[in-house]
DNA sequence: AATGAATGAGGGTTCATTCAT
DNA sequence: AATGAATGAACCCTCATTCAT
């Protein structure tokens, strides 16, 4: 579904790296509405050099969030392998995911991915199976409440990963969002007094959902 | 300083009651950057009407923003004087902003808004100065943690109003806003194992960082 | 054509009155393009109000145009009867008509009124026709350069009429016609030295060009 | 002061020139507010390319006043260098100044360009400097009647400069607006029987009246 | 292959005109 | 009869996307 691209020649390769890289920042401090033409500027080329690596900016905006969900994936990967139990290595995932920003993207993605886009898809489901799994193991384990889902971790992460409106500068903002982070990490801890309400979803149900929608 | 406007006709009235409300479910829903247009369909009213009412987008957005500030500082009353103690009004307010819902553009809002702006600042004076007192007197009972400023109580609504990006339907949006403030309580106990990191931010700061802004 | 009115109530013809005042004042400063809310503002009525009077803006710079139209008559009659000669007629009458300043609302009036408008042609081809007299007897006196047309005449004016573009205030603008005018007449007296070159038109002249356009 | 601009690529610089041309019409014929799209139109262009080339109005308006400023300083340059006496000279340039015609709209243009704009300011001052020194000289040679100003001269042109109303021939405007300088022309002549009223203005009389206005 | 230029569609705002009180 | 309110059409400007160099 995404292959039989032959190798870019070198410098185009280059080119299509940095419009990425400047599409994931800019997509960060404006939003992902953002003039495309801002940028291409940012990454130094012409307008027509980006339409020509991207067709169109759904394009775009699915390159910037596959490449972040692949390293959501490779950091979760990682946090598993390396650390001694699942809710920190679940702690320590969830602070790499505010740092990659995937939120940014977060809501394109989506509101207009189609559901069968394998490399998308594949990447997610690998990062959230191995999700799910830190979910489960730090609840047996006892260290996690247990009526917590994969599906909130994931709404929290999203929640956090957009940017304060207002006028806070970056740097403070991310900080901001890890200082919250670490408190909201204090309420998923086992022991905690009230039982939670509403509803505990999954990745899934939010999927079936999507499917449902007409629009 | 409501500049002498005389009472406005029955319909009329009715008219810009009925756009209020639809510029705040817009809002939220689109964002602070949303058609007007949507807003006055969801009215029922011309485009015109919209503008008769409201001389451009900032006085609409103001308009929302103050009507939010005043029921905001009517909830945050009410708990105090209604509650028991200083913890459990505080967990009240707080479902209550939800249900205000709006929190999620204000900050926005804020931006835009002269900063001598009387009738906001006296309403969000107001709020926020019973509030910090509930997060005080809280603190000083020991049930709330001794690291979390009233900044953070504000800026975690904020996260929490704004809608999950999607097609999750409205009705269910909001029980998970509602959940996963419950997680957000939990964390916010005294008691808590870790310390928190990040800036501990006031409300003060927030808006000294606007008006630095050379914007 | 304009007849067939039946005598309105005595507080709505102050109505009417005031509105052709407002109207005038307003298309002097702002141009004949002018909000009409503007002009129903200044009169101390409802918009409402002045529909009901003028059922669209052609009407209105209609009757803005005919009363100046019929000032402009009378002055021209008045000024013949007055003066000791034509000439005399002629300057007075070229001072008056800039007070009266019909320039404001001339283009309108010449482009939008229909060729077959009674009471303008009316009054129009009265005022015209005795100044046409005015120039005829001024030229056989000798005082007149013979090489001018009364088509010059009435241009002339317009081109006088017309407020300086640019923050000049009223007065100075008009004390600036005045005095332009004057300069103006001395290159109308008779004992020029060069013979005009260009057309030399008459009011027919300029009816029938415009009869000519499909516009 | 000219900001650095590169040399635009050929078909761009004329698209440029024929907007640039297609404004000075439009802005002579509707006056300085016409829709930006009946220029884009008469330029064969669509409204965005207009747009690029000029930022907004105010852009393409300076661009209109700064080329007639220069044209006209051209203008009377070769008339002072040409022509035997300061009179035949004045005669000369003012003729010129119809043909470039657009003194119609740049008193207005000039209320909305920053009264520090370098090459605005330096080509008018070049051009009324020579003008103003035409205007002495002619009345030293006692060719010139001395109590008219440059200003006048100015805003005499000015007033000839704008189309008449109604369905005149853009030729046959044309040779009536030299018509009618002839015919002011024989009223500076030196010699003339009246006095002038009126106040007698000069260029700097009409900027700082400019920078009076709170407006 | 890369660029800058051109385009049309969309959203904000104003105003002439019609409608309900 | 008089008023204020409501409406749609027009114009300004921005931006995603296509075209010519």
Known sequence: MATKERPLRADARDNRDRI???AREVFVEQGPGAPLEDISRRAGTGIATLYR????RKALTRAVALDALQRTRDEVKRARDDE?????????YMH?????????????????IPFDDEEISTARDEGVGIMKELVATAQEDG????DVTHGDVGMLLVRLS????????????????????DLIIDGLRAGRPGDLGGPALTFDDLRSMRDDQPT
């Open 162 to 181: 957009r940017p304060m409106p207002g006028p806070i500068p970056r740097e403070l903002g991310e900080e901001l969002a890890h200082r919250h982070l």
């Open 53 to 56: 690596r991207f067709p169109d």
């Open 84 to 92: 001694p139990t699942a809710f920190v290595a679940l702690v320590r």
């Open 143 to 146: 260290d996690l409440r247990p």
């Open 20 to 22: 990425l890289a400047a």
């Open 96 to 112: 790499r995911v505010l740092d990659i920003r995937i939120g940014a993207v977060f809501p394109v993605l989506l509101e207009e």
